[in-house]
């Protein structure tokens, strides 16, 4: 504290010694570094601002992300555990599935054939069946493929083949080969 006074009193004196042009010189100079101090700190403040608020917003940005990412987890969890629930159900007789499908549609089946063997996917076994449709509409053959895959348990056409008629452009020809899955037991 007595430093603070001894160089206040210096300081004081100085300036008394001083003619009066200087003294306006000196006050304009030292202004001058007043204002030069406070620009750079509040420059300073401003720009740490600045950089808090934009690791702010990454944050939130990446926060959103883990938002949507958990709902993406949470959807296909369901979906997983709703597939392996349709996978311990009572199997699907796939062939009188396909029948009572194209039955209801009005759809004669008729050429149906089974798979050689049943395919063995990890720990899921595949039964496969292809079906072959002649003179068949395109609306038809649609509605067939929908209501085939809405039925119960889990029956998928894997492959489609459909080739045009040359006597009647209207109708196709279509060979389908529809697997279902069941858990190994």
Do not use: C
């Not at 007789?93 to 009572?100: E, G, T, W």
């Amino acid at each position: 504290m007595e430093t603070w006074k001894r160089l206040r009193a210096q300081l004081e004196a100085w300036i008394r010694s001083l003619a009066p042009r200087e003294r306006v010189m000196v006050s304009a100079a030292a202004a001058a570094v007043v204002l030069f101090s406070v620009w750079l700190a509040s420059f300073t403040i401003g720009r740490s601002i600045d950089a808090r608020e934009r690791s702010i917003e990454q944050k939130t940005r990446v926060l959103s992300q883990v938002g949507k990412l958990a709902e993406t987890y949470r959807r296909r969890e369901a979906e997983r555990k709703d597939l392996e629930a349709r996978l311990k159900g009572s199997p699907v007789a796939l062939m009188s599935h396909i029948a009572q499908a194209g039955a209801s549609l009005g759809i004669p089946v008729n050429d149906l054939r089974p798979s050689t063997s049943p395919g063995e996917l990890e720990g899921v076994r595949e039964e496969t069946v292809e079906v072959n449709l002649a003179r068949i509409e395109l609306t038809k053959l649609t509605a067939l493929l929908q209501s085939l895959e809405r039925g119960a348990g889990i029956v998928r056409v894997r492959r489609i083949r459909v080739t045009t008629r040359s006597d009647d452009p209207a109708l196709v020809d279509a060979t389908l080969l529809v697997a279902t899955y069941q858990l190994k037991s």
